[in-house]
């Protein structure tokens, strides 16, 4: 995506000045949709049951994500850049 702007590059500088959970859950609460929040809570939930090598049927039961967002997420892993695997790995090793 072309940024002509600059924003682009600001949006992620902005997103690691948040201080806390709770001021983070308040900014996305403010720049998203509930329909876009939840898909990508959805989306985050299906890639750490995923990373916890759960079966389709679990991911289905616990998220009610659709097969083409499993499917879609399960590439992302897969092809992505893999900035969101290490990302989950962190908070799985916190837990």
């Known amino acids: 995506m072309e940024d002509k702007s600059g924003y682009r590059k600001d949006l992620y500088k902005a997103v690691l000045k948040l201080k806390d959970l709770d001021e983070c859950e308040k900014f996305f609460e403010d720049m998203c ?3 876009e929040l939840s898909a990508l809570e959805q989306r985050y939930a299906v890639a750490t049951l995923l990373m916890q090598n759960k079966v389709y049927v679990d991911i289905l039961e616990k998220t009610n994500a659709s097969t ?3 499917s879609r997420v399960k590439r992302m892993l897969k092809y992505g850049t893999g900035c969101i695997s290490k990302v989950i790995q ?3 090793d916190e837990k």
């Open 33 to 35: 949709t509930v329909t």
């Open 68 to 70: 083409a967002t499993i």
């Open 90 to 92: 962190r908070v799985l």
